[in-house]
Protein backbone atom coordinates (compact mmCIF):
# COMPACT_ATOMS: atom_id res chain seq x y z
CA UNK A 1 0.00 0.00 0.00
CA UNK A 2 2.79 2.36 0.86
CA UNK A 3 4.85 1.56 -2.12
CA UNK A 4 1.58 2.33 -4.27
CA UNK A 5 1.03 5.72 -2.25
CA UNK A 6 4.91 7.24 -2.83
CA UNK A 7 4.40 8.19 -6.10
CA UNK A 8 1.01 9.76 -5.80
CA UNK A 9 2.13 11.94 -2.50
CA UNK A 10 5.27 13.28 -4.50
CA UNK A 11 3.19 14.11 -7.50
CA UNK A 12 1.03 15.44 -5.15
CA UNK A 13 3.64 17.52 -3.48
CA UNK A 14 5.28 18.71 -6.93
CA UNK A 15 1.83 19.89 -7.97
CA UNK A 16 2.08 21.94 -4.95
CA UNK A 17 5.28 23.83 -5.93
CA UNK A 18 3.65 24.09 -9.67
CA UNK A 19 2.40 27.62 -10.03
CA UNK A 20 3.71 30.90 -9.93
CA UNK A 21 5.02 32.79 -7.28
CA UNK A 22 2.67 34.60 -5.27
CA UNK A 23 1.94 38.40 -5.84
CA UNK A 24 4.50 39.33 -3.02
CA UNK A 25 6.82 37.57 -4.31
CA UNK A 26 7.08 38.50 -7.42
CA UNK A 27 6.78 42.46 -5.97
CA UNK A 28 10.62 41.35 -4.32
CA UNK A 29 11.84 39.34 -7.82
CA UNK A 30 13.72 41.14 -10.20
CA UNK A 31 13.87 37.94 -12.85
CA UNK A 32 11.28 35.03 -13.36
CA UNK A 33 13.25 32.44 -15.04
CA UNK A 34 11.14 29.09 -15.50
CA UNK A 35 12.88 27.86 -18.20
CA UNK A 36 12.13 24.60 -19.20
CA UNK A 37 8.88 24.32 -17.02
CA UNK A 38 6.38 21.76 -18.33
CA UNK A 39 3.43 22.88 -16.73
CA UNK A 40 3.96 26.57 -17.31
CA UNK A 41 0.55 26.98 -19.69
CA UNK A 42 -1.27 30.07 -21.29
CA UNK A 43 -3.24 30.36 -18.16
CA UNK A 44 0.53 31.17 -16.54
CA UNK A 45 1.12 33.76 -18.61
CA UNK A 46 -2.70 35.35 -18.38
CA UNK A 47 -1.95 35.13 -14.56
CA UNK A 48 1.32 37.11 -14.84
CA UNK A 49 -0.58 39.74 -16.79
CA UNK A 50 -2.81 40.71 -13.66
CA UNK A 51 0.27 40.80 -11.47
CA UNK A 52 2.61 43.15 -13.93
CA UNK A 53 -0.40 45.81 -13.82
CA UNK A 54 0.70 46.36 -10.10
CA UNK A 55 4.73 45.11 -10.68
CA UNK A 56 7.36 47.17 -11.07
CA UNK A 57 10.45 44.92 -9.98
CA UNK A 58 10.44 42.27 -12.70
CA UNK A 59 12.75 43.14 -15.27
CA UNK A 60 13.46 39.75 -16.64
CA UNK A 61 10.80 36.92 -17.67
CA UNK A 62 11.70 33.77 -19.25
CA UNK A 63 10.30 30.88 -20.79
CA UNK A 64 12.53 29.11 -22.69
CA UNK A 65 11.32 25.71 -23.68
CA UNK A 66 8.31 26.27 -21.87
CA UNK A 67 6.47 24.25 -25.12
CA UNK A 68 3.29 24.55 -23.76
CA UNK A 69 2.68 28.28 -24.04
CA UNK A 70 1.57 29.19 -27.08
CA UNK A 71 0.02 32.00 -29.01
CA UNK A 72 -3.31 32.35 -26.18
CA UNK A 73 -1.23 32.93 -23.40
CA UNK A 74 1.29 35.79 -25.24
CA UNK A 75 -2.09 37.46 -26.12
CA UNK A 76 -3.19 37.60 -22.79
CA UNK A 77 0.43 39.58 -21.98
CA UNK A 78 1.08 41.60 -24.50
CA UNK A 79 -1.19 44.15 -23.36
CA UNK A 80 0.51 44.35 -19.77
CA UNK A 81 3.98 44.43 -21.37
CA UNK A 82 2.85 47.41 -23.33
CA UNK A 83 1.68 49.36 -20.15
CA UNK A 84 4.35 47.88 -18.12
CA UNK A 85 8.11 49.40 -18.56
CA UNK A 86 9.89 48.09 -15.88
CA UNK A 87 10.19 44.27 -17.83
CA UNK A 88 12.94 45.11 -20.14
CA UNK A 89 13.68 41.37 -21.72
CA UNK A 90 11.15 38.44 -22.30
CA UNK A 91 12.32 34.80 -23.85
CA UNK A 92 10.00 33.02 -25.49
CA UNK A 93 12.41 30.41 -27.15
CA UNK A 94 11.29 27.20 -28.48
CA UNK A 95 8.07 27.98 -27.15
CA UNK A 96 5.13 27.32 -29.16
CA UNK A 97 3.85 30.83 -30.53
CA UNK A 98 3.58 31.65 -33.61
CA UNK A 99 1.83 34.67 -35.53
CA UNK A 100 -1.20 35.42 -34.07
CA UNK A 101 1.11 35.69 -30.58
CA UNK A 102 3.80 37.92 -32.39
CA UNK A 103 1.51 40.47 -34.32
CA UNK A 104 0.05 41.07 -30.54
CA UNK A 105 3.80 41.29 -29.27
CA UNK A 106 4.61 43.84 -31.78
CA UNK A 107 1.37 45.83 -31.39
CA UNK A 108 2.83 46.25 -27.38
CA UNK A 109 6.35 47.31 -28.77
CA UNK A 110 6.38 50.58 -29.04
CA UNK A 111 5.02 51.76 -25.35
CA UNK A 112 6.58 48.89 -23.56
CA UNK A 113 10.05 48.97 -22.07
CA UNK A 114 11.79 45.56 -23.78
CA UNK A 115 14.79 45.86 -25.02
CA UNK A 116 15.23 42.32 -26.07
CA UNK A 117 12.60 39.79 -27.25
CA UNK A 118 13.74 36.09 -27.97
CA UNK A 119 11.62 34.22 -30.46
CA UNK A 120 14.21 31.66 -31.89
CA UNK A 121 12.46 28.39 -32.66
CA UNK A 122 8.85 29.73 -32.44
CA UNK A 123 6.55 29.35 -35.24
CA UNK A 124 6.65 32.28 -36.17
CA UNK A 125 6.04 33.18 -40.41
CA UNK A 126 5.96 36.33 -42.53
CA UNK A 127 2.92 37.87 -40.74
CA UNK A 128 4.78 37.77 -37.40
CA UNK A 129 7.75 39.06 -38.70
CA UNK A 130 6.02 42.12 -41.18
CA UNK A 131 4.20 42.55 -37.68
CA UNK A 132 7.42 43.19 -36.16
CA UNK A 133 9.22 45.24 -39.13
CA UNK A 134 6.58 47.67 -38.75
CA UNK A 135 6.86 47.92 -35.02
CA UNK A 136 10.45 48.61 -35.31
CA UNK A 137 9.86 51.32 -37.80
CA UNK A 138 8.22 53.15 -34.53
CA UNK A 139 11.85 53.27 -33.24
CA UNK A 140 10.60 51.40 -30.03
CA UNK A 141 13.48 51.15 -27.08
CA UNK A 142 14.03 47.19 -28.22
CA UNK A 143 17.75 47.04 -29.07
CA UNK A 144 18.30 43.35 -29.78
CA UNK A 145 15.37 41.21 -32.13
CA UNK A 146 16.32 37.12 -32.39
CA UNK A 147 14.41 35.19 -35.26
CA UNK A 148 16.80 32.38 -35.05
CA UNK A 149 15.90 29.20 -36.92
CA UNK A 150 12.30 30.44 -37.03
CA UNK A 151 12.31 28.36 -40.55
CA UNK A 152 8.89 30.09 -42.28
CA UNK A 153 10.43 33.24 -42.43
CA UNK A 154 11.07 34.17 -45.84
CA UNK A 155 12.06 37.40 -47.54
CA UNK A 156 8.61 37.91 -48.07
CA UNK A 157 8.25 38.71 -44.27
CA UNK A 158 11.70 39.94 -43.35
CA UNK A 159 12.16 42.35 -46.49
CA UNK A 160 10.21 44.92 -44.82
CA UNK A 161 13.15 45.05 -41.87
CA UNK A 162 15.38 46.64 -44.45
CA UNK A 163 12.99 49.57 -44.96
CA UNK A 164 12.14 49.60 -40.57
CA UNK A 165 15.94 50.00 -39.96
CA UNK A 166 16.04 53.42 -41.84
CA UNK A 167 13.04 54.62 -39.48
CA UNK A 168 15.32 53.36 -36.50
CA UNK A 169 17.36 53.90 -34.09
CA UNK A 170 17.49 51.19 -31.18
CA UNK A 171 18.17 48.20 -33.06
CA UNK A 172 21.43 47.02 -32.50
CA UNK A 173 20.91 42.93 -33.07
CA UNK A 174 18.71 41.56 -35.90
CA UNK A 175 19.71 37.77 -35.55
CA UNK A 176 17.93 35.39 -38.14
CA UNK A 177 19.92 32.50 -38.12
CA UNK A 178 18.68 29.17 -40.15
CA UNK A 179 15.76 31.12 -41.33
CA UNK A 180 15.06 31.20 -45.36
CA UNK A 181 15.48 35.06 -45.57
CA UNK A 182 18.29 34.63 -49.24
CA UNK A 183 21.50 35.73 -48.55
CA UNK A 184 20.43 38.77 -51.12
CA UNK A 185 18.58 40.32 -47.82
CA UNK A 186 20.72 38.88 -45.13
CA UNK A 187 23.88 41.12 -47.03
CA UNK A 188 22.41 44.93 -46.82
CA UNK A 189 20.23 44.11 -43.55
CA UNK A 190 23.81 43.10 -41.95
CA UNK A 191 25.52 45.82 -43.84
CA UNK A 192 23.16 48.53 -41.99
CA UNK A 193 23.56 47.35 -38.30
CA UNK A 194 27.26 46.91 -38.93
CA UNK A 195 27.48 50.46 -40.35
CA UNK A 196 25.03 51.02 -36.98
CA UNK A 197 27.47 49.40 -34.83
CA UNK A 198 30.05 51.67 -36.00
CA UNK A 199 28.84 54.80 -35.68
CA UNK A 200 27.94 54.23 -32.08
CA UNK A 201 31.30 53.06 -31.85
CA UNK A 202 32.68 56.51 -32.77
CA UNK A 203 30.10 58.52 -31.19
CA UNK A 204 31.00 56.82 -27.85
CA UNK A 205 34.64 57.22 -29.06
CA UNK A 206 33.98 61.12 -29.14
CA UNK A 207 33.23 61.98 -25.29
CA UNK A 208 33.60 65.77 -24.42
CA UNK A 209 36.71 66.65 -23.13
CA UNK A 210 35.46 67.19 -19.41
CA UNK A 211 34.51 63.43 -19.57
CA UNK A 212 37.92 62.22 -20.90
CA UNK A 213 39.53 63.94 -18.13
CA UNK A 214 36.95 62.63 -15.55
CA UNK A 215 37.99 58.70 -16.86
CA UNK A 216 41.74 59.97 -16.71
CA UNK A 217 40.95 61.09 -13.40
CA UNK A 218 39.37 57.94 -11.95
CA UNK A 219 42.13 55.63 -13.67
CA UNK A 220 44.94 57.88 -11.81
CA UNK A 221 42.75 57.08 -8.94
CA UNK A 222 42.86 53.64 -9.04
CA UNK A 223 46.09 52.87 -9.63
CA UNK A 224 47.30 55.08 -6.16
CA UNK A 225 44.73 52.86 -4.70
CA UNK A 226 46.67 49.85 -6.09
CA UNK A 227 50.09 51.76 -5.43
CA UNK A 228 48.54 52.13 -1.68
CA UNK A 229 47.31 48.38 -1.47
CA UNK A 230 50.96 47.03 -2.37
CA UNK A 231 52.61 49.16 -0.23
CA UNK A 232 50.60 47.76 2.45
CA UNK A 233 51.22 44.23 1.14
CA UNK A 234 55.01 44.62 1.57
CA UNK A 235 54.83 46.39 5.15
CA UNK A 236 52.74 43.38 6.22
CA UNK A 237 55.02 40.83 4.95
CA UNK A 238 58.07 42.59 6.30
CA UNK A 239 56.66 42.75 9.61
CA UNK A 240 55.50 38.99 9.57
CA UNK A 241 59.26 38.02 8.42
CA UNK A 242 60.57 40.45 11.39
CA UNK A 243 57.99 38.56 13.71
CA UNK A 244 59.36 35.05 12.04
CA UNK A 245 62.99 35.24 12.44
CA UNK A 246 62.09 37.01 16.70
CA UNK A 247 60.49 33.62 17.31
CA UNK A 248 63.09 31.29 15.79
CA UNK A 249 65.37 33.54 18.07
CA UNK A 250 63.17 32.86 21.12
CA UNK A 251 63.38 29.48 20.36
CA UNK A 252 67.47 28.59 20.02
CA UNK A 253 69.71 28.66 23.12
CA UNK A 254 70.90 31.23 24.84
CA UNK A 255 74.77 31.36 25.37
CA UNK A 256 76.42 31.31 28.67
CA UNK A 257 77.56 34.68 29.52
CA UNK A 258 81.52 34.78 29.94
CA UNK A 259 83.08 35.63 32.97
CA UNK A 260 86.15 38.39 33.00
CA UNK A 261 88.71 36.04 33.26
CA UNK A 262 87.58 34.03 30.03
CA UNK A 263 87.25 37.43 27.89
CA UNK A 264 90.75 38.28 28.92
CA UNK A 265 92.19 35.00 28.04
CA UNK A 266 89.97 35.03 24.36
CA UNK A 267 91.99 38.39 24.23
CA UNK A 268 95.01 37.34 25.05
CA UNK A 269 94.90 34.20 22.54
CA UNK A 270 93.67 36.31 19.29
CA UNK A 271 96.20 38.96 19.88
CA UNK A 272 99.25 36.42 20.86
CA UNK A 273 100.17 34.91 17.47
CA UNK A 274 102.47 32.07 18.94
CA UNK A 275 99.45 30.76 20.60
CA UNK A 276 97.36 30.93 17.77
CA UNK A 277 99.57 29.08 15.86
CA UNK A 278 100.06 26.55 17.95
CA UNK A 279 95.90 25.95 18.20
CA UNK A 280 95.82 25.91 14.47
CA UNK A 281 99.00 23.26 15.13
CA UNK A 282 101.37 25.51 12.56
CA UNK A 283 105.16 24.57 13.10
Known amino acids: FWK ?50 TNISLTFLGFRECRNIGDAGVMALAPALAQNLTVKKLILESTAVGDPGVVALADALHTSGLIRLDLGYCRVGDSGARALAKAIAKDPPLTTLVLDHCTAVSDDGAGLFLEALNKNTSLQVLSVRGTSISSALRVPLDAVLQNRARENMTRMGGRSGTQMQGSLGHDARQRAQQSKMDAMR ?20 KPKPRSQAQNLALRQQVTDPKKLLQQLHVP
Open 4 to 53: LLAPLSSRAVMAQHEGLPPPTELQRRKELNLYNKEWVTDSHLAQLAQHLA
Open 234 to 253: MTRRKQANEERERMVHALLP
